[in-house]
Structures are given as C-alpha cells and as structure tokens.
C-alpha cells in the first residue's frame, strides 16, 4: 500500500491511500466493485452530491472543515460548490468547473429547472445560482427563499433539501417545509423536525431520516412527517443498530464504552447521508434498500425496507456483517445517492478527523486518539465513487434540461427513480398545463402503477387535479396510488362531499397501508367525518397492531397540538406578560434544555442505555407545577441526587444562578406552562427576591431540602372561617367532601369575600379553590390579604384572574400572619361563587430550612479537614462515592466518559495540595483552571447564554453549554455584551448529597491518593467500582 504524494505533511500510522489502495483495504460483499469516478485533487472534503437534469453533477466541498485540530477558520468562506460533467460518457467525470464560489461551508443544494439553490452553514437562506452563459460558473446570485440567520453548531444545521413526490422540498432540523408554485415560495410548518445529515425518500415519498447524535441510523419514516412524529415498535429489527467494522481505530466520540475489545465501534455513532436505492442497474433484490454511510465505522450499512402489514421495518441486509467496511482509516463514507445512470454513488470525505471541533476539544478522548494516529494531517482529499455490480451496464445520460414538457411525460414511466423524480420535478416547474390531458391518460390507464403515481402528484404540482381523476385514484388497482389520492385529496374534504363515496369504500380496503393513510388524511384534511370513520377502521382492525398503535399516537399528536395552541391562546387572552415570558423560555429551553430534558418534557433516552433517562420528566412534575419558591431555587442553584427514589444518568441539575432574573423567570414560565402543565407567572421580581433570600446557599439543592418551599397542606380542623354571603355554609368548604360547597347564594359580583383565621400564625405558601363539581363557579377576579391581626390588612400579596375549576394562588408572603381573606372582584351574570374544597399551604412561624453539607463545612478550618481526610478518610469507600451517579463526579472528570467537562483528576498539575482539593471541592470557583472558565454572553435578542469558549472567529463565537455538552455558534452580530464569568462549571455543594462529614473525608482521600499518579492507583482504588466498557455512568 504505497500512500500518496502530497507535499503536505500525513499522518505516519494512517498514510492516506490511492483510491485503488484504499478500495483493497475494503471488504465488499460478493459480486459488487467501487469504481472511482471523481477523485482528489479535482474535489476536496466532499459531502454531498446532486444532479441537474442533463445528469451534471453538483458537489458540496466543504473545504474549510476541520483543517486542523481545533477547527479554526472553519466559517471562512473558501469553500465551493462544483460541477463536473462526463463528457465522452466512461462513467467517469472528465469536466470539471467551479460552479459557486466563496461560500462558508456549503451544505445543501437542489437543482431546479434554470437555477441551482444553495444554502451555506450559519444561514437558513436558500439563495438561487444561476449560470447565464453556460461557461459551468454562476454569474447570477438572488435570494431565493430569505429565512434568517442560525447559530447552532454546524454538525447540527439543516440539510437535505430535497424536493419530494408530494412536490413540497424537505430538509433536517426545521419545523417547516417549502414549496414553490408561481413562481413564488411558500413556506408551511411542520408538526415535527428530525434528523441530522442527510436525507432520502423511497418510491412512494416516504422520507427516512437519521441522527447521529443519537446514534439512530433510521427513524421518522413510518408516515410522512407533516402528520407528525410516527414510530413504531419494532421498526428497526433487533440489533439494527449494532454495526460490524473491521478496522480498530477507536475514533469514536463515546469513548471506550463504545468500543468492543479490539477496538471496533459496536454501534452506529455518526450514520448520516443515507438513501433508498431507486435505480435500475443493480440486482432486483437492491430496489428500495436503504443505504446508511457510518463514516467512524468505515463502513456502509445496506438495510431491506419491509411494510409489514402497515409496519414498515428496517433489518442488516446480511448476517452480523456490513456491505462495504474497510481497514483505510481516512475511508469517510459520509452520503450515498442513485444517480441518472441507474448506479449507487458513494461520497467519501476521505479525511482523518471526521468530528467537529466540539468533540476533539482539550481534554477530550478523542483528541488524544486523534493526536496518537496524527488523523489532523489528512485533509483536503475525497473520492466519489460509483458502486457496480458484477452485472451493471450504466444507464443512459439525462438530457431533461433540453426537453418539452411534452417529452418530459414519457419519462415518469422509467424504470430509474432518480429519472421518474427529476422529470415529475421539471414539468412541475415549466408549469406547463399544456400536459394535463397526457398526464390524466397517463394517471388512469398506464399500466405501471408508479407512472400512474407520478402522474397524479405531477398533477397536484400543477393544481390540475379534478374530482373525478381523484375518484379513479382512490380505487386504483395499486394501494400506492389509493394512498397518494387520499393524500391529494385532503385540502377538499372539509367542505367537499363530491369525494365521499370514494373515500367511504376505502375504509373496506384489504391493504393496511390504506387504511392507515386515510386515518391520517381524513384527519388532517379535517372530513366531518373522520372521528367516526377512524373509530370504525380501528374496531374493525383490532388484530392489526400497526393501525392500533399508529391510531393511537395519531390521536395523541393531533390532542397535544391543539392542547398546546390553545393554551398560548388563553394565555395571550388572560395574561400577556406570562405568555411572551413563555415564548421566549421556549427558545431557551429548546437550546439548552432538550438534551437531557428532551423535546416534549419527558426525558431523553441515554444514547448508552435506551432503558436510562437522563434527567427527571418535567410534564406533570411536582416541582415545576408546585411552588414557584421550589422551581426558582432549583433553577438557581441546582439540583443534585435522587428525583422520586430515581437516581437519573445525567445525576445532577447544574445551577443558572449566573443567568439573570428575567432569564431565570422565562424557563421557568416555559415549563410551568408546557406538555399540559398549567402554572401561575414568576415574575423577575419574585425571582430577585428568592435569588436574595438564597444568597447564602452553597451548592444544588436535594429534594429532601426543598420540601421547606412546598411544604403539605395545613391541617384545617382549628380554622375559623367568615364570609360576605351564606356564611352559615363555610364549613362546607373544609369538609373533606368534593360534592359539598360553600357558596355566595347570588351571582358574582365585586366585594364579595371569604376569610379563614389560623389557630397560630402561619407562613402562607399558597391557597387552591377547588370549584370541579361546580365547574363555572370560580372566582372571575380576586384579591389576597393578610393580617397578623384580623385589624390591619395592607397591600394585597396577590391578586389574578380565575379561569379553572381549579384555582392555584401563590402568595408572597415571608412574614407570619393569622388571617387570610380572598376577595371575589369580578363579575359572572349567571354563576354564584363556589368554594368545593379550600386547602393552604403554608408552615409554622418558627419553622427553619435545614442546613446542607456544603454549608457545614464551609464554616470549617480547610487545613484541617485535610488533615482529617489523610488520617480518616477512605479512598476505597471514596472511589465508590465518586463514581455514585447522584454525585455525579465521574461524568465530568472521567476521561472514560467521552468528552470531558472537567480536568482529570488523575494527571499531574501544578499546585494542588491537600488543602487545594478540599477548596476544589468546597469551592470551585475560587480557583478556576484555565481551560474551564466560562464566557456570559447577552444577545440583542435578550437571551442570555453561558459556555465554555470552543472557538471564536470575526464571524461567530462558539460555547459549550457545561451541562449538556451541547455547542451553541452565535453570530458575533447578535452579541450585545460579553463578559468572564467568575463562577466554575462545578457547582458549589456538591457534596451536598452525601450522608455524613465522614463521607466527604473519604471522597476527599481518594482524591489525594489518584492526584498525579496517573493511570495505576486510579485503577487499584477503582477496581469493582468503575463502570466497565459500555456501562459507563452516562454524561
């Protein structure tokens, strides 16, 4: 194997390769061949590639990706997007121009019928290219479809971009999908974003996307994703995602749990541009495959696509074995395509470092693998090669961009998709209605079921489709075609009964798949009848597991979206300070919050262990719907140990006390008011005051400490209760019993009130007026008093609009008092005011907050407790302590956790003593290392953010969120201020959890003994402690 001449320096224990001597590393399965057809130097750091329609090829070259270790100078714009052409049709590219030029990282383009659209990292604009003189270079440059800036790190941007058979364009990471009609582009939000890199769909439009964040090779593809997020069980067959390479370079960003013994990667850690084989050059039994590049594997999955009764599934084409794997370790597989001559086309990046700078920072695992094997050498190469089978003979070259639309029919009949596709595309684009007669001929009588599937959607893209072509198609001979007639036909059955009776006969389909879709259409084209007709579909389906499952979640999605758009209507109506507070928390949240929160509030899944959540469900919680006094001190100073008798993989909630009060009140707002959770407004002010009263606190909060701030209802045998109205009633609202009431005997009206004396004085927490059993009957408007003397009442504590059956009143009221009254001050023509059940929260007058750990020993000598610590402490009892996941110690500073968070306490550094480590640990922010202080940035948005600087350029600044690990690009634009944050990324109080000083002595001994003793008395102490190969505690 003779790698190649470059005159730049390579890597000496991963030389780069010929293509020739790179395709013999390969294990190819029997019969098939790479066939290079578009090497270095005329492509570098390719990513993806597209055709026009006269079969010339489009390559993204992101040329600035990872030059060096540290990523710098990524977004500078020298990158390209570049032509190539077969000229004398050898199957190899033998033209070759720069067809855009001076672009920051490239990532998705879509050619169109004059024009080639592209979209660069950083931006969500799609900006049109057009070559006028047909030299192959764009001289022409306009915005296409303008949608604003991102500043998300650039493995996790949109791409795709592809234009699908419904005629609407679709990419990754965006809640919307685009179309263009007229000449002009319209934009519709989608219910649900997924995926990563990449993106395919198969013959009937169903789009398969991938994530390799969370190392799901295939997910989102059971129905289209306008109707929502759709899986189901069993989708992928068991073991899918366990992969079987055959070169050891342990790469990976997960570490040495992601690793079998000889350093093989066990499962899927970067799938990406995946695509469903539609050609007609390769065996039969290769049609409609899905094609999954693993570029850390080395490797490229072929996966069989089965519907299954309405499941579709996903399984290994070959037996514990992979398609292509290969010993080369620069083979970066990082998309697949079919293409105009019927073959599979490979993009291979062909390069050392395949992650992003996040991933190779200081202090990383992957940076010291990358460092042992010299990967950052290898750059600015890349291959495109063609996949034959001992079979192919390639088919012919396109030449659509010269052809009628007439001519362009003829070719929605043709065996290649990829040509079935582009046409269907281009006559759509022409807008040429001349067509329309050949079109329907062709949609009712062709006798391939595919060219009559392409003819109807061709005619939806040219708003050509009448009533009765639709009720041809809804009884088509092929269920592919009823399925995309039901499709078709949704924007018309809300008010169009003309369609009834065809679609009625459906619901007697014998295909599944049918019944499936027309459950989705008549629901979302929003059929008078679709609740009852589903009902039946389901009832008389029950064996079926997919159309029950599928029903289920259908329902689900559509409640929650109505749920939720309700909700921040009523919140708009009643409280427009607590509604924008919530929109602008959602930005938050969906930032910072989701990787371990996850999206809809429940908990992300560990990539490492499925069955694990990283961190508590926030929908339904206790301590987002209790207590604001709670939620803000959790926010604040965070929150560590076990949540529910549930120890969580991620282990502890770091704090934000950092963020400022509004930011503070806003996630706040956010999760007390989302995923049904229905919270009253913390305003900043409440957020100042607690921030105040907590000033004193040292370290996360344990819930056992937290029960102070909600604490249980208040014994309600010694009230005294008054009232305005019916007074010889009160007791019927203490009385234990929902069916009973107090009431005011007349309809609401201002003054009216009900007032409870306490036996003793009372801090008062909150007050609930439950009115369910007399539904209408809540207080319209209210007002809160207290009194220490039932004399002097002073300013209200709070005051609101009631619009529940149940009403939630949290009071600010720090001081002690014995009376309460709550004053009715609103109006309700045909309703009384009810009280079913009245309960308060509050606690005794003399009743204190526990002190923590932290605070205990923050009083004492650090001298000494290091003194103790060397002569009492542990470090056997602290080895296991400092790998509990409550502590969550090693998830930060166990270089076997992947990326690290924190310096590894194992390795020589300067200046740590005894007495150092106990302040480390006491007090964290005393003494901040360099490589882990953190940056506080505001942006002109209002939004504030806080990370580790990962990079900075003229352009954009980076951070990594400390808690998620997450990467977080802000353009330098959007910043308004930035400053050094003083406080360390390890919070104060850690040790808070624990259950005794003595503890915190042994965890501190087993800090002095591994500290710079490297590797040996690190895995003496930590034998039957540390967490084997793939069972590491999670970060």
Known sequence: MIPIAFAEEVSSKAPPLSPADSIATMKIQPGYDLVPVLVEP??????AAVWDGNGRMYVIEMRTYMQDIDGKNQLKPTSRVSRHEDTDDDGIYDKHTVFADNLSLPRMVLPLLDRVIICETNSLDLKSYQDTDDDGVADRIEMWCERGRVGNNL?????????????????????????????????????????????????????????????????????????????????????????????????????????????????????????????????????????????????????????????????????RSEFIAATDPNFRPVNSATGPDGCLYIVDMYRGIIQEGNWVRKGSYLREVVREYELEKNIGRGRIYRIDHQTTTRGPQPRMLDETPAELVSHLSHPNGWWRSEAQKLIVLHGDRSVVPTLETMATTHENPLARLHAMWTLEGLDAVTAALLIDALADADWRVRSAALRIAEPQMAADRSLDMAIKELMDDENPNVLIQMMLSIGHGRHPQAAAWTEQIVAAHKENSAISELHSQIVANREAALAEQRKLEELRRHNKMLAESVERGAITYKTLCTECHGADGTGQRSPDNHDLVLAPPLAGSARVLGHKERLTRILLHGLVGPVDETTYAAGLMLPMVAHDDRWIADVANFVRNQWGNNGSLVEQADVARIRDDSSGRIGPW????????????????????????????????????????????TYQKPGMWFAVEF?????????????????????????????????????????????????????????????????????????????????????????????????????????????????????KLGATLFYNAALSCANCHDPANGPQLAPDLASRRDGVTDRFLVESVLDPSKDIRKDYSQLMVLTVDGVSLMGFVQSESDETLVLRDPASGKLIEIAQDDIEFSKPSTISAMPAGLVNPLASKQQFLDLVRFLMEINGGGAEPLQTLTKGVRPAKGNATAH
């Open 155 to 319: 493995e996790h941007q949109t791409s795709g971009l592809i234009w699908n058979i419904d005629n609407w364009i679709y990419a990754t990471y965006t809640h919307e999908r685009i179309r263009f009609t007229d000449g002009k582009v319209i934009r519709e939000p989608l219910p649900h974003g997924s995926g990563q890199w990449g993106l395919t769909h198969d013959d009937e439009g169903r789009i398969f996307y991938s994530t390799a964040g969370g190392e799901n090779p295939a997910m989102d593809f059971q129905r289209p994703i306008v109707y929502g997020k759709l899986s189901l069980r069993g989708e992928q067959a068991a073991g899918f995602r366990e992969v079987f390479p055959i070169d050891n370079v342990p790469d990976v960003q997960g570490g040495p749990k992601r690793l079998r013994d000889d350093n093989t990667l066990t499962v899927f850690s970067a799938c990406c541009g995946q695509s469903v084989y539609r050609g007609d050059r390769m065996p039969a039994d290769f049609q409609g495959d899905l094609l999954i590049p693993e570029p850390v594997g080395r490797l490229i999955r072929r996966a069989k696509v089965t519907n299954d009764q309405g499941r579709v599934v996903v399984s290994n084409a070959y037996d």
């Open 42 to 47: 005329d492509i570098e750091e390719p990513v």
């Open 702 to 745: 344990t819930l056992a400490e937290l029960n102070y701030f909600d604490p249980a209802e208040l014994d309600r045998d010694q009230w005294t209760l008054t009232a305005s109205h019916n007074a010889k009633h009160v007791s019927a609202a203490i009385d234990g019993n929902e069916k009973t009431r107090w009431d005011t005997a």
């Open 759 to 875: 036996p003793k004085p009372i801090r008062l927490m909150s007050l609930t007026l439950d009115t369910q059993h007399s539904r209408a009957d809540y207080p319209r408007q209210f007002v809160i008093h207290v009194s220490a003397d039932g004399k002097d009442w002073g300013d209200p504590v709070a005051d609101g609009v009631g619009d529940d059956p149940v009403t939630l009143i949290e009071l600010d009221c720090p001081e002690p008092v014995k009376h309460v009254r709550i004053t009715q001050t609103g109006k309700a023509r045909k309703n009384y005011w009810s009280i079913h059940e009245l309960a308060i929260k509050g606690m005794s007058a003399d009743a204190k907050p526990t002190e923590s750990l932290a605070q205990t020993l923050a009083d004492a000598d650090p001298e000494q407790l290091a003194a103790e610590a060397r002569e009492h402490g542990d470090p």
